[in-house]
């Protein structure tokens, strides 16, 4: 959603970036690209004002903090490794007036994970996360309303031998079944 944000208008969540930038083009500095829970459908993009109007300033400057700090640190493990790390999705909520980490944190259910040794700016990269499974539920036809359909067991196989192959080029260990 980004880049055709960003092919639209020059922009991705509010933040304008430079004119020129190609598909999958690293950019110099992370960027905060907070998005909200909706009760229907995928998260919604917001710009960082929204946010604070959602849950206060410093919550919000509290969670972008954190984000890029865990995010750089990422990036930083998975390059070492021959990942790179596009983008990712860091899920925050309060308990008992504190802000919390509550969910998946840089997976390939959460982040894009791209080969760093097949990395080339200008087009698609090959997945090693989710979009294998995206991919096939966009060709196929699928709406997005439940019931999901059926997978195909080889698309099945292609996800999770992604997810396991992930997991082992990070942490130098075979996933077990």
């Known amino acids: 959603s980004g880049w055709k944000d960003y092919q639209r208008t020059g922009k991705v969540c509010g933040h304008p970036l430079p004119a020129g930038l190609r598909q999958c083009q690293e950019l110099k500095e992370p960027l ?23 849950v206060g300033k410093k919550t919000a400057d509290d969670a972008r903090r954190l984000t890029l700090t865990l995010y750089k640190r990422g990036v930083m493990f998975a390059k070492a490794r021959g ?3 596009a983008d990712t999705k860091f899920e925050f909520g309060m308990h008992k007036g504190k802000l919390m980490l509550i ?8 982040s894009r ?65």
Do not use: C
């Not at 907070?34 to 004002?49: E, L, Q, R, S, Y």
């Not at 097949?118 to 090693?128: A, E, M, R």
């Open 32 to 54: 905060f690209t907070p998005a909200t829970k909706v009760t229907v459908g995928h998260d919604m993009n917001i710009d960082f004002d929204q946010m604070v109007k959602l």
């Open 83 to 85: 990942i790179l790390i």
């Open 103 to 110: 969910d998946e944190v840089l997976t390939p259910d959460s």
């Open 113 to 177: 994970f791209w080969p760093k040794e097949t990395y080339k700016v200008g087009q698609d990269q090959p997945s090693l996360y989710k979009q294998i499974l995206r991919n096939w539920l966009s060709q196929s036809g699928g709406d997005q309303t439940p019931p999901g359909p059926t997978l195909p067991p080889d698309i099945i196989a292609k996800t999770s031998k992604a997810y396991k192959d992930v997991f082992k080029q990070l942490t130098g260990r075979a996933l077990k079944k």
